[in-house]
């Protein structure tokens, strides 16, 4: 998941030079979403792996 992060945000950097502000801003909020969503199931996993 952090990969597709790391992806979507090489895209938004590339769309931002290029000044695709639409494409940018979109690649940017899903990078962000996944990362997120990486944060989170790795702070579950590590509770988890805590408690076995």
Same mark, same amino acid.
């Given at each position: ?6 992806? #979507?945000?090489?895209? %938004?950097?590339? %769309?931002?030079?290029?000044? #695709? ?14 990362? *997120?969503?990486?944060? *989170? ?8 792996? *805590?408690?076995?």
């Amino acid at each position: 998941m952090l990969y597709w992060a790391a992806i #979507f945000l090489v895209i %938004a950097l590339v %769309a931002a030079l290029f000044g #695709f502000g639409g494409i940018a801003s979109a690649s940017a909020g899903i990078a962000q979403i996944l990362f *997120v969503v990486f944060l *989170v199931l790795f702070v579950i996993t590590l509770v988890v792996q *805590v408690f076995r």
